[in-house]
C-alpha cells in the first residue's frame, strides 16, 4: 500500500525498488487531507482541567496504518510535517522544594501561552542524581562523539561482555562495570549552577523555549521566583543550557545501569511510562507508600505539560516484582492514568480492547508480531 504521495510505480516491486533507489520527487506535494502529526494536541495538551490524560498509546483516534501499528506492518517509509527551525533558543533550569509550584507554572504557561515551549522537563532529584552517577559515560560519549556512533558502540559492548561470558565464573555486564569506573575518572561534567540547583531543590524543571516564546517564559518565571522561598531558576548559557538538555537525555539508562552494577543492592526492574490525568495536581504523591517502602531507587522523570510521568524503579532485593508491578498498576488505574503513554504495549502489557481491534484491522492473519499485547499468538487470533 502506497499512501505517501509518491509515484513509486504498481507493482509492490516497482514500488520498492523506486523507493529504495530514491526514484521519486521529494518535492512532492502531500496527499491532501492527510497530515503528519496531531494538529489537535496544543489544544487538547491545554485542556488542565480535564479529567483524562493527554496523550496514551491506546487512544483509539490517533491509531492510523503505521502510526501505533506496533510491529502488525511492515513499514518501509513515512511522510512526516516539518517545522520551520528556530532563530533563538533559550533554556530555563528552575528548581523548588513545593511541587504546587511547578503545578502553577505548568498551568499558566498552558493557559496563557500562545505558542507553547519546544520542551519542559521535569526531574526529581532522584534521578538527577542517578544520570549524574550511572550515565556520565554515555554523556561524555555523546558530548564528544557523533550518536550515530553508538549502535557500534552496543555491538562492541554486546561482543566484549558476550566474549567474557564464556569464561568460568566471569562477572556479568563486563562493559558496562568497566564504563562506569572510566566515567567517575573524568572531570566533574555538570555545570556548578545545576549542581546549586539541585543541592538546593527537590523538584527541577527545564524549559527550552525559542524565538517568540523566551520571552513570556523569563516573565513568568521572575514573577513566580521573586519570592525566593518558592525557589529559583536559571537563564542558562548555551553550554549550560546543552549539558542539561544532554543530563536529561542520557537519563533514561540510569535504572539499568543501577540493575546491573549494584547487584547487591538490587532487585528487578520496574519502568512504567504513565499518563497521567491533565488535572492531578497531586502528581508527585502517585507511588504509594507502600510501594516505596519496596524500591532501592523510585526514579522519576516526566514530560510536565502533557502529564507523562516515566517511573523507572529498582525493587529491593528479594521483593516479588510481579505482585508489586500489579499493586502499583492497580493504583494507578484507580487514579484514571492509562499506560504505557508513549511506548508499545509490546509483550509486557495487555492491550486494551480498542488497541487489540486495531491489531486485528491492520493484520487479519495475525502474521506479524504475534502475541503483541499478551493477544493470542495462533493464526487470525484463535
Not at 34 to 43: A, E, L, N
Not at 253 to 274: N, Q, T, Y
Request: with cysteine.
Amino acid at each position: 500500500m502506497n499512501h505517501l504521495g509518491l509515484e513509486l510505480g504498481d507493482s509492490p516491486e516497482e514500488i520498492l525498488t523506486n523507493l529504495q533507489e530514491g526514484r521519486f520527487d521529494p518535492d512532492a506535494p502531500g496527499v491532501s487531507g492527510r497530515v503528519g502529526s496531531d494538529r489537535g494536541y496544543q489544544d487538547r495538551v491545554r485542556q488542565v482541567d480535564a479529567a483524562t490524560p493527554a496523550r496514551f498509546n491506546a487512544d483509539r483516534t490517533r491509531l492510523h496504518e503505521a502510526s501505533g501499528s506496533a510491529g502488525k506492518l511492515a513499514i518501509f517509509a513515512v511522510r512526516v510535517d516539518t517545522f520551520v527551525a528556530p532563530n533563538e533558543e533559550q533554556v530555563f533550569w528552575a528548581g523548588t522544594n513545593d511541587p504546587s509550584v511547578l503545578t502553577t507554572i505548568r498551568r499558566r504557561i498552558l493557559g496563557e501561552f500562545e505558542e507553547l515551549p519546544e520542551m519542559c522537563e521535569y526531574m526529581h532529584r532522584s534521578y538527577f542524581d542517578a544520570s549524574d552517577h550511572y550515565c556520565k559515560d554515555t554523556f561524555l560519549f555523546l558530548r564528544f562523539f557523533n550518536s550515530s556512533l553508538l549502535p557500534k558502540l552496543f555491538r562492541l559492548k554486546a561482543s566484549v561482555d558476550g566474549l567474557i561470558g564464556r569464561v568460568p565464573r566471569s562477572p556479568a555486564h563486563v562493559s558496562d562495570r568497566v564504563l562506569q569506573r572510566l566515567g567517575r575518572l573524568w572531570p566533574d561534567h555538570l555545570p556548578k549552577r545545576l549542581r546549586a540547583s539541585r543541592d538546593r531543590y527537590e523538584h527541577m524543571l527545564m524549559i527550552k523555549a525559542n524565538d517568540d516564546v523566551i520571552a513570556p517564559s523569563r516573565a513568568l518565571l521572575e514573577e513566580i521566583f521573586a519570592d525566593a522561598t518558592a525557589g529559583g531558576f536559571l537563564s542558562c548559557t548555551k553550554d549550560e543550557g546543552d549539558r542539561a538538555i544532554l543530563h536529561r537525555f542520557v537519563a533514561g539508562g540510569a535504572s539499568s545501569r543501577f540493575h546491573m552494577v549494584e547487584p547487591k543492592h538490587a532487585g528487578g526492574l520496574i519502568p512504567l511510562d504513565v499518563a497521567l490525568p491533565r488535572n492531578l495536581e497531586a502528581w508527585h504523591e502517585v507511588v504509594p507508600d507502600d510501594v516505596r517502602d519496596q524500591l532501592a531507587a523510585p526514579f522519576v522523570l516526566a514530560h510536565f505539560l502533557c502529564h507523562v510521568f516515566h517511573y523507572d524503579f529498582v525493587a529491593l532485593p528479594g521483593v516479588d516484582v510481579v505482585a508489586l508491578r500489579e499493586r502499583l498498576e492497580t493504583h494507578l488505574d484507580g487514579l484514571g492514568a492509562k499506560y504505557p503513554a508513549e511506548h508499545n504495549v509490546g509483550h509486557l502489557y495487555r492491550a486494551e480492547a480498542g488497541l487489540r481491534d486495531f491489531y486485528v484491522g491492520l493484520d487479519p492473519t495475525n502474521s506479524f508480531n504475534a502475541g503483541v499485547g499478551q493477544t493470542s499468538k495462533r493464526k487470525h487470533y484463535a
